[in-house]
């Protein structure tokens, strides 16, 4: 039997927007496997911007990194 516990990184919202868009550039096979408009826009120099991030609702102990 495993225990399983979920962690959070906590970091400024624009900081893990623009790491977000970064890697979908960089990694061509993300896009193929994750489908994000919001890259395929930021590869056409269109401006993107992020929505509000809703942290998971699990029945599992939460830790948080900040």
Known sequence: MAQIY???CK???KIAF???IERGKNNTLRGYFH???GVEMAKKGIKVEAGLYEEPRLDLPIFYIY
Do not use: C, Q, T, V
Request: no cysteine.
């Open 11 to 13: 970091i400024e919202d």
């Open 35 to 37: 489908g994000d408009k």
């Open 6 to 8: 979920f962690l959070i």
């Open 18 to 20: 623009e790491r977000f």
